[in-house]
């Protein structure tokens, strides 16, 4: 199953008015320092702090009313399940969501004020997906997966649309990576509006399995990386995504940890923004010369801005 720009268009009529249309952010001082000029999304400044909730938003809209009624049930590291929690308090569905014991605290917190109900793992001893499987189905949920969805997907897919409406004349498009639904539904848009636009998918190091996944024409799972862009923790592409990404993006690139943590701290101090780790792969690839943008007009996706600041600090030293 494929997501079309239509279904796009779709998604963005549905969040309209709920979703914040996000400020697309400039630099000088970051024009100069990479020899692009670049076009920041903004999604730090999204409801529950990252794009996710768009996706969320869409795809809770979908469920019939005994779905709603009955209740949804998800998987996240974090900002999926914050975003999953508030769409539910939107629209009266009551959430579950399956996360890591070791998972940031403040959005463990951010998922709980919005009611979501939290149940922890381990993931060194279980697996999230069978878990949640398990739970779904005793208690009759229906799962809503954090990017391997169409609804998810589409909804994800009008962070694009909102950029290419606001600055048509782009060159690249550089949008972080994790399981794909961000990137996946940004380049369905891209495409509509701007064919020749290239378009780089960016993942940590340690977490490159789109990388190798987008290299050998086929679905590569990892071992959970370890690096602290944890919205990037994944093992591996959703089919969905992974078929989208192969059809619509010219490369998938990785940054380091420390390339990513330089990135936090110049939009922190440069541009006075927050940004997790995750939601700063996009700028830490232009940053450091991953994707060659000299001379381009670049969009760069920030995909969250759901960071611990006194973690972030400790990592600036």
């Known amino acids: 199953m494929s997501v079309t720009y239509q279904d796009v268009v ?8 709920v979703a914040n249309p996000t400020p697309v952010l400039t630099s000088r001082t970051f024009n100069a ?16 702090g990252a794009f996710k909730f768009r996706g969320a938003y869409n795809a809770f809209s979908k469920l019939s ?11 996240s590291s974090g ?17 579950v969501i399956v996360m890591n014991h070791d998972a940031p605290v403040m959005k463990k917190a951010a998922i709980e004020g919005y009611g979501g109900e939290v149940i922890s793992y381990r993931r060194e001893e279980e697996v999230r997906e069978e878990l949640g499987m398990k739970i779904a189905k005793d208690r009759g949920l229906t799962v809503v997966p954090p990017y391997d969805h ?43 509006y701007r064919p020749g636009v290239k378009i780089y998918g960016v993942e940590p190091e340690a977490g490159n399995d789109g990388q190798q996944s987008f290299r050998e024409g086929r679905i590569v799972k990892i071992a959970m990386p370890e690096t602290i862009a944890d919205g990037a923790r994944t093992t591996s592409l959703g089919q969905i995504t992974f078929d989208i990404i192969r059809r619509n993006v010219d490369d998938m690139v990785t ?3 420390d ?5 936090t701290r110049f939009l922190f101090e440069r541009m006075k923004a927050v940004v997790e ?7 830490a690839a232009v940053m450091s010369g991953r994707v060659d943008v000299k001379g381009k007009r670049v969009g760069i996706v920030v995909s969250g801005g759901n960071a611990d600041v006194a973690a972030l600090v400790a990592l600036w030293g």
Do not use: W, Y
């Not at 779709?10 to 008015?17: D, M, S």
């Not at 009313?65 to 998987?75: E, M, Y």
């Not at 390339?259 to 990135?263: F, R």
């Open 10 to 17: 779709e998604a963005a009529r549905r969040i309209e008015g």
């Open 33 to 48: 320092l990479t020899g692009c000029t670049a076009f920041f999304k903004a999604e730090n400044f999204q409801r529950a």
């Open 65 to 75: 009313d005994d779905q709603k009624r009955a209740g949804v049930l998800t998987f």
């Open 79 to 95: 900002n999926h399940g914050a975003a999953c929690a508030l769409a539910g308090k939107l629209l009266g569905v009551q959430v």
């Open 150 to 192: 169409p609804n998810i997907v589409a909804g994800q897919g009008t962070v694009g649309r909102e950029l290419f409406v606001e600055v048509s004349q782009l060159d690249a498009l550089v949008v972080p990576c994790g399981g794909g639904g961000l990137l996946s539904g940004c380049s369905v848009a891209a495409r509509h």
């Open 255 to 257: 940054v380091t940890d």
């Open 259 to 263: 390339e990513t943590v330089a990135a």
């Open 277 to 283: 780790p995750t939601g700063a792969l996009g700028v």
